[in-house]
């Protein structure tokens, strides 16, 4: 096993815990409790929820088990990262299939840093006509962050940290941990 529940060794980095399991699903729980106030008495139609993969998969399906009303779920795939920097530039990997014309859609992500990503991924999908684009993310970087594009759906802010687990990862490891760890200083 790689980690003691306090650290995690990937790639010989060291990462220690930041934020336990029941602090993230509890954060889940009250964002999901923003999103059925504003989705759920139908006046929308029924969402467009669309979890951009890799990193998203976790925290995607554990919103959407907290959801109380009918939605649509799709999936989008973005390349951004090598190792533990952005490269700067967005790759769209799987692209979106369905028609989102008048629809409201939410796009979920796993982390909103600098911004590159999101503001890429969002621009493609105004250009297909929705009815609203909104975003949530699990985490939320504001220090980071180089757009005015509003964040409307933040399960929890955090400090600039690179941190893995709970869907995220460094070189393709650390998606499958429960918490989330950050970076430790190894100097």
Same mark, same amino acid.
């Given at each position: 096993?790689y980690s003691?529940s306090?650290?995690?060794?990937?790639?010989?980095?060291? !990462?220690?815990?930041?934020i @336990?399991h029941?602090?993230?699903?509890?954060c889940i729980d009250?964002?999901?409790?923003?999103?059925n106030?504003?989705?759920?008495?139908?006046?929308?139609g029924i @969402?467009l !929820? &669309?979890? &951009?993969?890799n990193g998203? !998969? #976790?925290f995607?399906?554990? *919103?959407?088990?907290?959801?109380?009303f /009918?939605?649509e &779920?799709?999936f &989008?795939?973005?390349s951004? %990262?090598r190792g533990t920097?952005?490269?700067?530039?967005v790759?769209?990997v799987l692209?979106?299939t369905e028609?989102i +014309?008048?629809?409201?859609?939410?796009?979920?992500e796993?982390?909103v840093?600098?911004?590159g990503s999101?503001?890429?991924l969002t621009?493609s999908?105004?250009a #297909?006509?929705p009815?609203? *684009?909104e975003?949530?993310?699990l985490?939320?970087k504001p220090? +980071?962050?180089? *757009?005015?594009? /509003?964040i409307? %759906?933040?399960?929890?802010?955090? /400090?600039?940290? !690179?941190i893995v687990?709970f869907?995220?990862? %460094?070189?393709g *490891?650390?998606?499958n941990?429960?918490d989330? %760890?950050?970076? +430790?200083?190894e100097?």
């Amino acid at each position: 096993m790689y980690s003691d529940s306090s650290r995690v060794r990937l790639r010989g980095k060291t !990462f220690e815990l930041s934020i @336990p399991h029941d602090e993230i699903v509890g954060c889940i729980d009250a964002l999901a409790e923003r999103i059925n106030t504003d989705y759920g008495d139908g006046s929308r139609g029924i @969402p467009l !929820f &669309v979890g &951009v993969l890799n990193g998203a !998969f #976790m925290f995607f399906a554990e *919103l959407l088990q907290r959801l109380t009303f /009918p939605c649509e &779920v799709s999936f &989008v795939r973005l390349s951004s %990262y090598r190792g533990t920097a952005s490269t700067g530039t967005v790759t769209e990997v799987l692209g979106l299939t369905e028609d989102i +014309a008048g629809r409201h859609v939410v796009v979920v992500e796993d982390i909103v840093e600098t911004g590159g990503s999101i503001g890429a991924l969002t621009a493609s999908l105004s250009a #297909m006509g929705p009815a609203s *684009l909104e975003i949530a993310a699990l985490l939320f970087k504001p220090a +980071a962050y180089r *757009l005015r594009l /509003p964040i409307r %759906y933040a399960a929890m802010e955090l /400090p600039n940290d !690179f941190i893995v687990g709970f869907g995220l990862d %460094y070189e393709g *490891l650390g998606r499958n941990l429960r918490d989330i %760890y950050k970076l +430790a200083d190894e100097g």
